[in-house]
């Protein structure tokens, strides 16, 4: 069921990219905090807000549209003011953290705090990458493709904060293309042609980029970000630490071929496999939902990139044959693996 714009909240640092932008075009700035319903910035006479719901950021991106150029992306025109620190104490910890890997693993584990919009999640891709999808939660009627465009383009902005020339490669948009016209900017901005009409939406990455330090990279600067997070993280925000980093290194072995077992998942997380249990059920899963959400995921992934054979499939992702593989990968998608492949262009059968 999605959750009503009333219900969802985002930092007020978010008004500030609209700002920006309207400024940029010689707009009156006042007006979109008026709009919103929100004092003056540096009122001191009214307390200044630290989030806002989504009905003002609703209000604020229809402000940025306005004053958008025509005949070029919206989406690019916004990420122009959009910065990482816009993200409040979640961008200054992707900032902090050590390498891209370990701010995309940040981005995954907090991004309720800042976009609840979208739920986000990690699995591994083809030719030694990693595939992060974005889910919808949150109707943004009309506003839902520019969303997508934004957040996804979110992930493009970490590049000036590595070594990195391309951080991405692959995007992925379920909503239709835009004007051909329109494609050379796309593909400047993200370094490479964007897929539209896909079956989903988000980015991937290789492992080689996913290694390559931040030059901003502070890790006392990370710990202490990440626990004022966790301290401040408002009633009814789920976040899944644990969770993130045990699908991560299910995704990693199952990219190598092989199942992760218990044991070593708990000692790489420096925990004994009972507190390995107990911290999962905590956040409302298990070791074995994951690895099997994980399974089928890794299944779909190659079933759609993929010539490989069904049977082969299935022994890869742990199955002992094709026959239990269709079954387990019915029960979870509803659709058999032939299925899916004619969906998607009929690869190998």
Same mark, same amino acid.
């Given at each position: 069921?999605?959750?009503?714009?009333?219900?969802? =909240?985002?930092?007020?640092?978010?008004?500030?990219?609209?700002?920006?932008?309207?400024?940029?075009?010689?707009?009156?700035?006042?007006?979109?905090?008026?709009?919103?319903?929100?004092?003056?910035?540096?009122?001191? +006479?009214?307390?200044?807000?630290?989030?806002?719901?989504?009905?003002?950021?609703?209000? *604020?991106?229809?402000?940025?549209?306005?004053?958008?150029?025509?005949?070029?992306?919206?989406?690019?025109?916004?990420?122009?003011?959009?910065?990482?620190?816009?993200?409040?104490?979640?961008?200054?910890?992707?900032?902090? $953290?050590?390498?891209?890997?370990?701010?995309? +693993?940040?981005?995954?584990?907090?991004?309720?705090?800042?976009?609840?919009?979208?739920?986000?999640?990690?699995?591994?891709?083809?030719?030694?990458?990693?595939?992060?999808?974005?889910?919808?939660?949150? +109707?943004?009627?009309?506003?839902?493709?520019?969303?997508?465009?934004?957040?996804?383009?979110?992930?493009?902005?970490?590049?000036?904060?590595?070594?990195?020339?391309?951080?991405?490669?692959?995007?992925?948009?379920?909503?239709?293309?835009?004007? $051909?016209?329109?494609?050379?900017?796309?593909?400047?901005?993200?370094?490479?042609?964007?897929?539209?009409?896909?079956?989903?939406?988000?980015?991937?990455?290789?492992?080689?980029?996913?290694?390559?330090?931040?030059?901003?990279?502070?890790?006392?600067?990370?710990? $202490?970000?990440?626990?004022?997070? =966790?301290?401040?993280?408002?009633?009814?925000?789920?976040?899944?630490?644990?969770?993130?980093?045990?699908?991560?290194?299910?995704?990693?072995?199952?990219?190598?071929?092989?199942?992760?077992?218990?044991? =070593?998942?708990?000692?790489?997380?420096?925990?004994?496999?009972?507190?390995?249990?107990?911290?999962?059920? +905590?956040?409302?899963?298990?070791?074995?939902?994951?690895?099997?959400?994980?399974?089928?995921? =890794?299944?779909?992934?190659?079933?759609?990139?993929?010539?490989?054979?069904?049977?082969?499939?299935?022994?890869?992702?742990?199955?002992?044959?094709? $026959? *239990?593989?269709?079954?387990?990968?019915?029960?979870?998608?509803?659709?058999?693996?032939?299925?899916?492949?004619?969906?998607?262009?009929?690869?190998?059968?």
């Amino acid at each position: 069921m999605l959750r009503t714009l009333q219900s969802v =909240h985002f930092p007020v640092q978010y008004l500030e990219i609209t700002e920006s932008l309207v400024k940029a075009r010689g707009g009156r700035v006042a007006e979109v905090r008026e709009r919103c319903g929100l004092p003056p910035q540096g009122s001191r +006479d009214v307390p200044q807000p630290t989030m806002i719901d989504g009905h003002q950021l609703q209000t *604020s991106m229809r402000i940025g549209l306005d004053h958008c150029l025509p005949g070029r992306p919206a989406s690019l025109q916004v990420l122009e003011h959009f910065p990482l620190t816009a993200h409040g104490m979640l961008g200054m910890l992707t900032i902090a $953290s050590q390498t891209v890997g370990e701010a995309l +693993d940040m981005a995954l584990q907090y991004h309720a705090l800042v976009m609840p919009v979208f739920s986000l999640s990690r699995q591994p891709g083809p030719q030694n990458s990693a595939v992060v999808k974005f889910e919808q939660v949150v +109707d943004f009627t009309p506003f839902n493709e520019l969303l997508a465009e934004l957040v996804v383009g979110t992930f493009r902005t970490v590049a000036p904060y590595t070594s990195l020339a391309q951080p991405v490669m692959g995007v992925c948009f379920k909503h239709a293309a835009p004007p $051909s016209e329109q494609w050379p900017e796309y593909e400047a901005f993200f370094g490479m042609p964007v897929r539209f009409d896909a079956p989903y939406q988000g980015f991937t990455v290789s492992h080689d980029s996913l290694q390559s330090p931040l030059i901003t990279g502070n890790r006392a600067t990370r710990d $202490s970000l990440e626990a004022m997070l =966790h301290k401040q993280a408002p009633q009814g925000v789920r976040l899944t630490p644990l969770t993130q980093r045990v699908r991560q290194a299910v995704g990693t072995g199952l990219q190598r071929g092989a199942l992760v077992q218990a044991a =070593h998942i708990a000692h790489e997380l420096a925990l004994s496999p009972r507190s390995l249990s107990r911290h999962l059920q +905590d956040e409302g899963t298990t070791l074995t939902e994951i690895i099997e959400t994980l399974r089928i995921e =890794h299944a779909e992934q190659l079933l759609t990139s993929s010539a490989r054979p069904v049977q082969e499939i299935a022994r890869l992702v742990g199955y002992a044959d094709a $026959s *239990s593989f269709s079954r387990a990968f019915k029960r979870a998608t509803g659709r058999t693996p032939a299925e899916v492949r004619e969906r998607t262009g009929g690869l190998a059968r």
